[in-house]
């Protein structure tokens, strides 16, 4: 199967590539979702360190669960993985900890990104400190140790300083070609190169481009956004005018949209529906097509039939000022959570949850939402089916659950809306709430809506 260039996809990056054919793309950039600068602890078992995840744009905390014992027991027990040594060396060394899971969720991916490359092809893999030498062993491991070319030091001039730390101001990206007769345009731009001594081949650069500050004009509020500056070297560098150029975690578009105006043709990925539908309506208002997101209610129907975590996460994204609770398991009931932008004057929380449901409606359901809601002291809850819900038993419920008030305007603190609804444009009365990207307030309850709804 091929893909569509020019062309978005909402889901996992492995479930649509493992369906893309052999040797199709130019050039792969990837940030995959990772932020070690505040997970660290966590990553290595030590759960002191957590923050508050419940703002963020994607979950970069990698506990140890059992989707990670999953993919470890498929690699170890494929011996003929290419990164099955790598990894059953790290099971051995790191034990069963959030780092582990994470480098076998990226093992799985990069085999696929290595199959897609082209033999002229060539790959970047963003990171940070923290993770970057696991990484460069998985990546020896699947592209070939004699295909590592520069480990590049991309620093931008931020970070905070310590009595006990140096300045964390730098990321790494690790850049890596399919085979001998890769593509290269070395960029004329100042750079410091330091040839690695010893065994290692390649050099070390290090760019010196400004992050985006907060009054930066590119900046769309999006936590993780690089600057073009940083993707336009590494796409004018490692391709040529009508190359293809995939980001399998696409996030906010700086791939997407430094590939477009350099005249390449692009695919982007991305488990987010709003990061989707930020680059489409936001970043580029070109009318991008988008697979995966439901343009009708029929299609959700089927998005909710064949993928309910999917639907779950892209339903929950339909309120605004709401993200999905990427956990997917154990979560309670909770789908997803937003932030009330104004305390309730009768309730002392500002929190807000979501459930979705993509099958026939049940009332038990409902039930165990409501007393999750009350359980965790949340002001505003809804509960989102596909269909209208018309059972007066659910109403009834709904109604005794009671009210809170903001200024002259009462809410509901339940509410019962649908799919079928958004697609006709209604919506459940809802307090002001915050942009979870930002942090700011929303002025316009329809804004994240109508980037996804141009066709």
């Not at 700086?254 to 489409?280: C, Y």
């Not at 807000?352 to 939402?369: C, E, H, I, V």
Request: hydrophobic share 35%; proline share 5%; with cysteine.
């Amino acid at each position: 199967m091929s893909f569509s260039t020019n062309t978005l996809y909402y889901g996992d990056c492995l479930d649509w590539m493992e369906q893309w054919d052999d040797q199709s793309v130019d050039l792969i950039y990837l940030d995959p979702p990772f932020n070690s600068k505040s997970q660290y602890n966590i990553l290595f078992g030590n759960r002191s360190g957590g923050v508050d995840a419940q703002y963020r744009a994607f979950n970069d905390t990698w506990a140890w669960d059992e989707g990670a014992a999953d993919r470890l027991a498929r690699i170890e027990n494929a011996v003929a993985h290419p990164a099955h040594k790598a990894i059953s060396g790290f099971h051995t060394m790191l034990g069963k900890c959030g780092m582990l899971g994470y480098l076998t969720y990226m093992a799985e991916r990069l085999v696929h990104m290595r199959r897609l490359l082209k033999p002229t092809g060539s790959i970047y893999l963003h990171c940070d400190p923290t993770a970057s030498h696991y990484l460069k062993a998985v990546m020896d491991a699947i592209f070939g140790q004699n295909n590592f070319r520069n480990e590049v030091v991309w620093t931008y001039g931020l970070g905070g300083s310590s009595k006990r730390l140096y300045s964390k101001k730098h990321d790494i990206i690790l850049f890596y070609s399919r085979g001998d007769e890769y593509y290269f345009n070395k960029p004329w731009v100042p750079a410091t190169s330091i040839r690695m001594q010893g065994q290692k081949k390649g050099a070390l650069d290090v760019w010196n481009i400004p992050s985006l500050n907060n009054m930066a004009k590119e900046r769309l509020g999006y936590p993780t956004q690089k600057p073009l500056a940083l993707l336009n070297r590494i796409i004018e560098a490692s391709s040529k005018p009508g190359d293809i150029t995939l980001d399998p975690f696409c996030g906010c578009g700086t791939a997407i949209e430094s590939a477009h105006n350099l005249g390449r043709k692009f695919v982007g990925i991305d488990i987010s529906a709003f990061a989707i539908e930020l680059i489409r309506g936001k970043r580029l208002d070109l009318g991008i097509p988008a697979k995966g997101i439901p343009a009708d209610l029929h299609s959700a129907r089927l998005l909710a039939r064949d993928s309910p975590f999917n639907f779950e996460s892209w339903a929950v994204t339909r309120l605004p000022g709401f993200i999905p609770n990427t956990k997917q398991v154990g979560d309670g009931g909770v789908d997803g959570k937003g932030k009330i932008a104004v305390k309730p004057d009768n309730f002392q929380s500002r929190l807000a949850l979501a459930q979705a449901k993509g099958g026939k409606f049940n009332l038990s359901s409902l039930r165990d939402f409501l007393h999750v809601t009350k359980r965790d002291n949340a002001a505003f809850g809804c509960y989102i089916s596909l269909n209208d819900v018309r059972s007066e038993a659910a109403a009834r419920e709904v109604a005794e659950f009671g009210r809170f008030q903001i200024g002259a305007t009462e809410y509901s603190r339940m509410n019962l809306w649908s799919i079928e609804n958004y697609f006709d444009n209604r919506y459940p009365p809802m307090p002001p709430m915050l942009d979870p990207y930002n942090g700011k307030k929303i002025r316009d309850k329809l804004a994240i809506h109508r980037y996804g709804r141009k066709q």
